[in-house]
């Protein structure tokens, strides 16, 4: 937010109430004469006319009521009636006042004079009442003001003399006070093609230090919107900041632009835009600087750097751009990050290897070239008491690199199981979630390795209690998945007999009633294997789990998917070895749903409906 504008030169108490006594001698009402006499007298020792008390003063008076009637552009006196309005705004109290005295109307008019003192004053007085005041932001809404300054900034934006900028700065500060905060407002100031505009005054006026940072304000208020994005987008904004982040030297000017550069960022557009027009290579040379440096300035540098690295990595064609196939330059420096000792360096680099995990060519060759063993030592300098942020980026980084199929098998004779099992102790959700989603990815279609780690009954036991961590959905998720998974990739009674004592039936049961068809299916596949395997062993946990009631639910819910209803009647069948199971298929009239599902869309879901019709009325 632009702050309450300062005056161009400290008006001192006497200057201001002599002002305001010459313009009500002015006035033919004498009455109003002598008010002004009284108020110059009564305040004459105080230091200016933004004090509290003098601004109390002159609240009390009336003065501002008569003020709006001194507003006029012929006026000789309105530059200072613009003037002392600002300085009194600078009041919080004072604002309203001013919206309540109707000075709103006639200062928006006087943005459309050609006097620079006059609008200088008045784009003042506006954006002074405008500060952190939503009747005073009503107010010029109402009135039209914000156009009349947007038109301003294009018409004056091309002009470099010093008296110009300084006005351009004024009208960028009004329209911050404006909209700051205000989505709505925002939104009226991006249609209005504000943003093409501020760019181009970035541009033009780069050399000017008051207008580049009131520039770095407006895109840091209108950078949050997603419409802004859209636009700034389609402007050379990327070229411009970069550009001038080039040339900063202050950590406070750099922090600047970093606020700006994180919202524009999330946008992948401009994330290529950033990536071409150099910010890698200041980021990198950022990171250089200060990562041996123990000033808090420069470790807060070090960290906005790195994150904002991380960021542009975030979009498909800017990752791309800086893998360069694994040969780029900025991609090895990135895996020098990884065996730093700085931790965040740390998980900036094993975020920025997730990030670059995004697609299997990138992930084949970072597996071949060795960068799973520095994760694995990345991961082991964090075991006990370690950063949190870094095990869960570590583990994301292996989570995404095991997705290939050719990667697993190398990736579970590297160690990786092993490696990620040290952490089942861990406590956090976040780490949890990572951990659960690694092993799931490791043992699709991997038989041997899925059975080795169902058979780890500590692991199962971790997983059963993981499962009823209702406070963190996405860990209850993950839990169920690899419970299923183990069942589904193994086919092991050994890993089923392990998972039935360690209470595991009843999670699976219940993951085939959620809400996601893939877990629902993925729930039903396991629990059809049990049925098949090890139906006895299961037995009195599927009866306690009431799963011939869900499945009934399931065959007779309109809205199940086809695969979903083709399962639970394959199921259903497998359960009929059961004396138990089979006789509560028959008292929940299955036969009936059954028919019904004959004559479904899918042939497939109709084909397992009559083979699942002669089983029931043959076993009836």
């Known amino acids: 937010m632009w702050k309450p504008c300062p005056s161009p030169s400290p008006l001192r108490s006497q200057d201001v109430f002599y002002s305001i006594y010459v313009i009500y001698a002015l006035h033919s009402n004498e009455s109003i004469k002598r008010k002004a ?11 200016n006319v933004s004090d509290t008390e003098t601004s109390e003063k002159i609240q009390k008076s009336g003065i501002l009521q008569v003020f709006a009637s001194l507003l006029t552009p012929q006026s000789s006196c309105t530059a200072k009636v613009a003037n002392i309005i600002a300085e009194v705004a600078k009041n919080e109290f004072m604002r309203n006042s001013c919206v309540d005295a109707g000075l709103i109307p006639p200062l928006v008019q006087l943005l459309n004079c050609k006097d620079q003192e006059v609008l200088l004053q008045t784009g003042r007085a ?8 939503h009747e005073g932001r009503s107010a010029v809404d109402h009135a039209g003001g914000a156009q009349i300054v947007v038109d301003h ?32 407002l925002q939104s009226q100031l991006i249609n209005m093609g504000v943003i093409p505009t501020l760019v181009k005054l970035l541009g033009i006026h780069c050399q000017n230090a008051a207008l580049t940072e009131m520039c770095l304000v407006a895109f840091g208020n209108l950078a949050e919107l997603e419409s802004s994005k859209e636009q700034f987008a389609y402007t050379n904004i990327a070229e411009e900041i970069v550009k001038l982040f080039k040339k900063q030297i202050e ?21 290529l835009q950033l990536v071409e027009a150099g910010l890698v290579e200041c980021l990198l040379e950022i990171v250089q600087k200060t990562v041996d440096s123990d000033k808090e300035d420069d470790i807060a540098e070090l960290k906005t750097a790195s994150d904002l690295m991380v960021l542009l990595l975030l979009g498909d064609e800017s990752m791309q751009k800086l893998f360069e196939g694994g ?43 060795g960068i799973v063993q520095k994760l694995m030592d990345l991961l082991d300098r964090h075991v006990e008491d ?33 490696a990620v099992l040290k952490f089942l102790k861990s406590e956090m959700p976040p780490v949890q979630f990572k951990l659960l989603g690694t092993l799931r990815m490791l043992i699709d279609a991997q038989a041997e390795a899925a059975e080795q780690l169902g058979k780890n009954v500590k692991l199962v036991e971790r997983l059963v209690e993981w499962c009823e961590a209702k406070d963190h959905a996405g860990v209850m ?83 199940s998917a086809p695969e979903i209803k083709y399962n639970s009647m394959v199921l259903i069948c497998a359960l009929m070895g059961s004396e138990p199971l089979h006789k509560e298929v028959q008292n929940l009239a299955f036969l009936e749903v059954v028919s019904k599902l004959r004559s479904h869309e899918n042939k497939t879901v109709a084909q397992q409906a009559s083979l699942t019709e002669q089983r029931l009325a043959v076993e009836s």
């Open 37 to 47: 006499i009284k108020i110059r007298l009564d305040t004459v020792y105080l230091n």
């Open 126 to 133: 506006l954006g002074n009442i405008c500060y952190d005041s």
């Open 153 to 184: 900034l294009r018409s004056l934006c091309s002009k470099t003399d010093p008296a110009n900028e300084k006005l351009l700065t004024v009208f960028c500060g009004m329209l911050m006070n404006y909209s700051n905060e205000n989505d709505t």
């Open 251 to 271: 950590h406070d000017k750099k922090e600047m632009i970093f606020e700006v550069l994180a919202p524009l960022a999330e946008n992948d557009i401009i994330k």
């Open 327 to 369: 040969k780029g330059s900025v991609f090895q420096r990135v895996l020098s990050w990884i065996p730093s000792n700085n931790h965040q360096l740390q998980l900036a680099g094993a975020l920025a290897i997730a990030n670059f995990a995004r697609n299997d060519g990138n992930c084949i060759h970072m597996v071949d070239n």
């Open 386 to 418: 370690g950063n949190v942020t870094v095990q869960h980026a570590a583990l994301s980084a292996l989570r995404n690199l095991a997705i290939p199929v050719v990667n697993k098998a190398k990736m579970l004779s590297a160690g990786v199981a092993e």
């Open 477 to 559: 998720g993950e839990s169920n998945r690899l419970l299923s998974a183990l069942i589904r990739h193994s086919k092991s009674k050994d890993v089923i007999r392990t998972i039935v004592q360690s209470g595991g039936i009843k999670h699976l049961a219940t993951m085939a009633t959620s809400e996601h068809v893939i877990m629902q299916n993925e729930a039903l596949v396991a629990l059809a294997l049990i049925a098949a395997l090890e139906l006895v062993t299961a037995e009195k946990d599927l009866e306690n789990a009431k799963l011939v009631q869900i499945l009934h639910r399931l065959l007779s819910d309109e809205r």
